[in-house]
Structures are given as C-alpha cells and as structure tokens.
C-alpha cells in the first residue's frame, strides 16, 4: 500500500536516467513526474494499482532518480531489455483518458510538458522495430503499456493507424506521436482525432513537426481566435513551413474576423501584430471600439501612429491622450501620419 504522501514525488536534478537500471514500466511511470502531480494523479494518468505506483516510486527512490533516495551507485553491468521485459511482462492496461469532444484547451489547466521515457525508444528499437510491417500493425492494436507508447515511434502511418484504434489510447500517446512521427500522412490521421488536436501540448508538437502540411495547419488554426493565431504565428517553436501558413492564416482572420478580436489582438499586444497586416485596415466597428479606449502604453501608442491604415479618427483620439501630451515624440509620430489632423493635433 502507499503511504501518505503530502509532497509530490520529484525527480533528482542532474541524474542522468539512462545509465540507471530501470524497467519500460519505471520509465513510464518516471516519465509522468513532472513535481507538481501527487501520488494520487499518478494513480489516475498512469492507469496503474495504487500498490503498483507505490512500488515502483520507492523503486525509483531506491535507484537515486527521485529526491529523497540515495544518490545513484554507478552501473556495475548492463541491464538487457529483455530481463527487463520479463521483470514487467505481468503489467495491467494503462493510459490516459482522452479530452471529451469539443472540450475548449483554453477553459483547461495548462498541460506539463511532457517527458518521454527513453525506455519507450530503447524498447522500439532494440525489439519491435524488427518485425514485419504486418507484425507492427497487428501488435500496435492490441498492445498494452509500456509496448503501446514504444509503438508511438514507429516511422510506419500504417503502425500510427493501429495505434490510433487501440482502445487503450490516450492523449500521452497522441502528444508522442505529434512530436516523433515523420510521416505527412500519419500526423494526417492524429489529426483527424478532435479530441486530440484540441490539447495545447499535441498542437504545439505538432506546429514543431517538419512534416505538418499546409493544409492541416489552416484546419487546425483557421477558426481559432487571433490572438492564439498571432502567438503561434511569431513563435521561435514553430517550423519555418508552419509558421509561413499561420501569418496567412492570422492575416485571413484579421480580415473577416469579429470586432472584438481585432481589438484583442492589436491591445493584447501592444501593437506588434501591425507588423503582420501589411496592405489590411481596419472597418468603421473596430475603429470605434479602439476609439473609446483610453491608451497608457508608449509601445502600443508608437505602433499604431506608424501603421498607415490607422483611420483618421483614431489618429485624433490617440493625440488627446494624456501620454501623448506627456511624450512629445509621440505626438511627433502621430502628426507626421498621413491621417493626421489639418494643424496637427
């Protein structure tokens, strides 16, 4: 049985887990210890008896990879995969629920970035990626943990397609295979799981994955807000090819998207997304409601004053703020706008 737990298990900074004696089921369960989920989540995201998380967290205390244990004693031998597998062959189903349809991320806790055993690769490729095609297809279906997420490596669509039937299937599997997966039509299929694409993390490994298609990206992203468009659009993360598509995508939206979310947009961040709308204006609405607006922000004020769509009678509003009274340059940049007032303001 577990004892009590009041702190969430943590894992050993700078302990390298690979050269630690760990079974494919230590390494799944180590994968899901993030430091904030406690003893009982782990219950829940793994699918595993309590009793089972209790052993395998004192196993991994004992090995030195979670705080609280002694440090870890260097490999005397390696451990075969095989041993390993006999060690852990006697293991129940596990995995995590997927998101229920039309369930908005947004309205959800951000999820933790998720941490792969190195087992699950180790277990792919040192045994199951040597069996037939036909042989990964028809294991993939009906495999159970750690084997089910092994399979989340396999290069195969036809393989992603058996795993997506497989009634253990959860969302730590769809996150697996929108980071690792390489093929155009395997992504294709995770994608043609709502439940899956709806989570932050599968569609940010996803927009990571060089081989998203254009298309799926406009699918995905075409009637999601502005806002979140933007921030994907301009993000470091994304692949040159995806992020291309999200400035058309964004660009689009502006154009006939709500009032509101333009004005979101362009407030939200302090006007940097101007720089994105090159030859796009704004209509009577959105101007109105950025015109009721009081500004207290230099960046925003700046950026507005040199977009040359900004309308006149936004122009005149931003001239009797009082930050631009306070900031002569401002007021220089606004006077100088082609939709400036006559005399300046």
Not at 38 to 43: E, F, G, I, S, Y
Request: charge should be neutral; proline fraction near 8%; glycine fraction near 6%.
């Amino acid at each position: 049985m577990i004892a009590p737990v009041s702190l969430p298990p943590k894992r050993r900074a700078q302990v390298d887990v690979t050269k630690l004696p760990l079974s494919p089921i230590d390494g799944f369960v180590l994968s899901r210890i993030d430091g904030a989920t406690d003893v009982a989540q782990l219950v829940q995201v793994t699918g595993l008896p309590a009793e089972r998380v209790g052993e395998v967290l004192e196993r991994l205390r004992r090995h030195g990879a979670l705080e609280g244990g002694d440090e870890p004693e260097p490999a005397t031998q390696e451990v075969e995969l095989a041993e390993v597998m006999t060690a852990e062959s006697e293991e129940p189903e596990t995995g995590v629920a997927e998101l229920p349809d039309g369930v908005e991320p947004d309205e959800e806790p951000a999820a933790p970035e998720e941490q792969e055993s190195p087992t699950h690769r180790a277990l792919y490729m040192q045994s199951l990626s040597k069996l037939t095609l036909d042989e990964r297809v028809g294991r993939a279906k009906a495999s159970e943990e750690p084997e089910l997420s092994a399979w989340c490596f396999d290069p195969s669509p036809r393989v992603v397609a058996a795993v997506l039937e497989n009634p253990r299937l959860g969302l730590s599997h769809a996150r697996l295979i929108a980071r690792h997966h390489r093929d155009a039509q395997g992504l294709e299929l995770l994608c043609g799981r709502a439940a899956f694409t709806a989570d932050d993390v599968v569609r940010r490994e996803l927009l990571r994955n060089p081989q998203l298609q254009g298309g799926i990206v406009r699918r995905l992203f075409g009637q999601r807000r502005a806002i979140e468009q933007w921030k994907w659009s301009s993000s470091r993360e994304v692949t040159e090819q995806s992020r291309r598509t999200l400035k058309e995508t964004f660009r689009a939206r502006f154009s006939s998207g709500p009032a509101e979310e333009k004005v979101e947009v362009i407030i939200k961040t302090d006007g940097r997304c101007i720089a994105a709308l090159s030859g796009l204006g704004l209509d009577s609405k959105t101007a109105a409601i950025l015109c009721a607006r009081s500004y207290s922000s230099p960046m925003l004020v700046q950026n507005l004053a040199r977009w040359s769509a900004c309308p006149p009678p936004l122009v005149a509003h931003l001239l009797r703020q009082a930050i631009v009274k306070r900031q002569p340059q401002l007021k220089t940049l606004l006077n100088q706008h082609p939709n400036a007032p006559r005399g300046g303001g």
